[in-house]
């Protein structure tokens, strides 16, 4: 089977559902009639809270979860029909799994799963060396990783998943118990991957300034559904639209608990800032009069950016709320 998507998609899922356990009460649907198109060379984030279904999907893209129904095409190769071809594109490094072998060294890890995807010879060991040095792993290549740091084993991982230099990279908490050093170089990686070898990554996260900073795209999961999936610029600029920060003097104190219902109250010197998706003016003017109600100097209000984190607790928690076609349908607005 040659390669039938279009030349600007990586990856595409059809109807992609997982279910556990026996047929009955018990069942849980991990993914549920997923349907989704990812874009060739950009940063892809996969987001959701935990139980959402990420790390699910993940591991049937990789080919070692099967799905229940559906189909998943990588770079035009069907992953249940062409599993080695599928397979050959791509590389990753799943959260919560042991990536590497911790008894072997970092060199003789990247010959290994080099050896596994079908590299060998001198290009193997030029691609390996380059990997570790740029990861700064050279000179404890012949260490073994069992004695490296949680940061330099993510490291070597990563590395392993690139031996073979994949057009897609999947990236499932990449981050995850790392130090802050070790997670900027990540971090760094992830960008590079993308801007300058025009890689597909697609990156599962919790760290969502992160995701903000890197993502061209955003697919927001709940309860094994898509909630969202948009351009990151577009997913804020639909935000920016109705997101409001109110400034106050006073003190957390002279706020009612539920006063404020849907904002976050922050402290900045002796103000407060109340910040969050306000849609309608008649919301806003309420919030003005509970101000004035509770006698508290009004600074300022005005329509600001919101942060991606903001945005997705707003999402989720509308979900929780039961609302989900008005945010499902953000992934339809035009």
């Given amino acids: 089977m040659g390669n039938t998507l279009g030349p600007n998609i990586a990856i595409e899922l059809e109807d992609l559902s997982k279910t556990y356990g026996r047929h009955g009460a018990d069942n849980v649907k991990a993914v549920d009639a997923l349907s989704l198109s990812v874009p060739a060379g950009q940063v892809f984030g996969f987001l959701g809270a935990n139980g959402a279904g990420k790390t699910t999907t993940i591991k049937m893209m990789c080919g070692l979860v099967t799905p229940t129904t559906g189909r998943i095409r990588v770079n035009g190769h069907d992953v249940a029909r062409e599993r080695g071809a599928a397979?050959?594109?791509?590389?990753?490094?799943?959260?919560?799994?042991?990536?590497?072998?911790?008894?072997?060294?970092?060199?003789?890890?990247?010959?290994?799963?080099?050896?596994?995807?079908?590299?060998?010879?001198?290009?193997?060991?030029?691609?390996?060396?380059?990997?570790?040095?740029?990861?700064?792993?050279?000179?404890?290549?012949?260490?073994?990783?069992?004695?490296?740091?949680?940061?330099?084993?993510?490291?070597?991982?990563?590395?392993?998943?690139?031996?073979?230099?994949?057009?897609?990279?999947?990236?499932?908490?990449?981050?995850?118990?790392?130090?802050?050093?070790?997670?900027?170089?990540?971090?760094?990686?992830?960008?590079?991957?993308?801007?300058?070898?025009?890689?597909?990554?697609?990156?599962?996260?919790?760290?969502?300034?992160?995701?903000?900073?890197?993502?061209?795209?955003?697919?927001?999961?709940?309860?094994?559904?898509?909630?969202?999936?948009?351009?990151?610029?577009?997913?804020?600029?639909?935000?920016?639209?109705?997101?409001?920060?109110?400034?106050?003097?006073?003190?957390?104190?002279?706020?009612l608990p539920g006063k404020f219902e849907g904002l976050t109250m922050t402290v900045e010197n002796d103000n407060i800032l109340l910040s969050g998706a306000i849609a309608e003016q008649a919301a806003l003017y309420e919030h003005l009069a509970s101000i004035r109600e509770l006698r508290l100097p009004l600074l300022s209000v005005m329509r600001v950016e919101p942060n991606l984190e903001e945005v997705f607790m707003h999402l989720i928690e509308k979900g929780v709320q039961g609302d989900h076609h008005e945010t499902f349908a953000l992934s339809h607005a035009q």
């Fill in 87 to 255: 397979l050959r594109q791509i590389g990753a490094v799943l959260e919560g799994t042991r990536n590497i072998y911790w008894r072997l060294s970092a060199w003789q890890n990247l010959i290994y799963f080099g050896h596994l995807k079908g590299c060998y010879g001198s290009e193997l060991k030029l691609r390996a060396e380059r990997l570790l040095r740029e990861l700064e792993l050279w000179d404890r290549r012949n260490d073994a990783t069992r004695t490296f740091s949680r940061g330099m084993q993510q490291k070597v991982a990563i590395a392993c998943a690139l031996i073979a230099d994949p057009l897609i990279v999947l990236l499932d908490e990449p981050t995850l118990g790392l130090d802050i050093q070790a997670s900027r170089t990540v971090k760094e990686w992830v960008a590079k991957l993308a801007r300058e070898e025009g890689k597909t990554v697609i990156l599962t996260t919790h760290q969502l300034d992160m995701a903000q900073d890197l993502c061209d795209h955003i697919a927001i999961m709940r309860q094994g559904r898509l909630l969202v999936n948009k351009p990151l610029a577009e997913l804020m600029h639909v935000f920016h639209q109705e997101y409001f920060q109110i400034r106050v003097k006073g003190s957390l104190e002279e706020c």
